[in-house]
């Protein structure tokens, strides 16, 4: 996971303390899910982005809590309906939740994350205008998920815009999320590094699953280069420096913002260019 150099006043081990407080109180086979998806790890990005904002902005306890328990809810929630529609079978390197307990499991476990991911921003102390932008956050990632699922044979700037609108969101709202809770300018500033930022992660994630892609008929910034005529060596140069491009964007926006709130953001730049180095260094 990516550095971060910024003590927060709640930890992400309280995070996953309060996903099972608020999975508790309801026993059932969807909330058995739940717990198994989560068990299978993940690196809590959104969570710490959202720790590290709401430290630098000197947020209290609760308000850390739901800037960081809330995206990340969401996030977890979207992987699980991701997986289901693309039909991957493994997540974390173990049966995706669909593909353990079943399609229908899978939807409402999913359901319930986003449920439980409202029931977490009610300790905003700005819940309408979090509301708000939880809101606008879901529905661009639907929108680019549904983009995604409808692609046919994208372009490869359509591709970058999907990546954008599927990832970017939910990476730019837990720091949107503190700076609302602190009153403090940004939003637009943030919108913009979240989508630099997702580019670069699924121009990572499609060079790793090039092939798996191509097998499945999935979109795959890579494989839209190669159908315009580029050898795969070259569509892989290629993606490599888009993504250099949109993590010097995501650089730039994360310095832009006041009170050092962007710094989680490039700390993450900086750790998604140290995993773009290592590709391009090995081709």
Not at 108 to 130: C, E, F, K, N, V
Not at 228 to 249: D, F, K, V, W
Not at 254 to 262: K, P, S
């Amino acid at each position: 996971m990516f550095d971060t150099h910024t003590p927060s006043c709640v930890s992400l081990k309280d995070i996953d303390a309060e996903i099972e407080r608020l999975l508790s109180p309801n026993p059932s086979r969807v909330v058995d899910a739940s717990r198994y998806h989560f068990s299978a790890g993940g690196s809590r990005v959104r969570a710490q982005l959202g720790l590290d904002a709401a430290s630098a902005l000197n947020l209290s306890p609760q308000a850390s809590m739901a800037c960081a328990l809330a995206p990340e809810l969401l996030h977890n929630a979207s992987l699980i309906h991701d997986d289901l529609q693309d039909g991957d079978e493994m997540r974390r390197g173990t049966p995706a939740v669909w593909s353990r307990y079943g399609k229908g499991i899978a939807i409402s476990t999913g359901d319930l994350l986003i449920s439980a991911a409202y029931m977490a921003i009610t300790s905003h102390p700005q819940p309408a205008a979090a509301l708000h932008i939880m809101h606008d956050a879901i529905s661009i990632t639907i929108a680019g998920q549904t983009a995604d699922c409808c692609a046919g044979q994208p372009t490869p700037e359509d591709c970058a815009s999907i990546a954008a609108k599927k990832s970017g969101p939910l990476l730019a709202l837990p720091i949107r999320l503190a700076l609302i809770a602190a009153k403090v300018p940004g939003q637009d500033i943030v919108i913009s590094a979240g989508s630099a930022l997702a580019i670069a992660y699924q121009t990572l994630d499609d060079i790793a699953d090039r092939v798996a892609d191509l097998e499945n008929g999935l979109t795959n910034i890579c494989l839209s280069l190669e159908a315009i005529g580029h050898a795969p060596a070259a569509a892989q140069m290629i993606a490599c420096n888009r993504a250099y491009s949109a993590l010097e964007t995501a650089k730039q926006d994360a310095i832009a913002l006041q009170n050092g709130a962007g710094a989680s953001l490039l700390n993450l730049a900086n750790y998604l260019e140290i995993q773009l180095n290592v590709i391009s260094n090995a081709s």
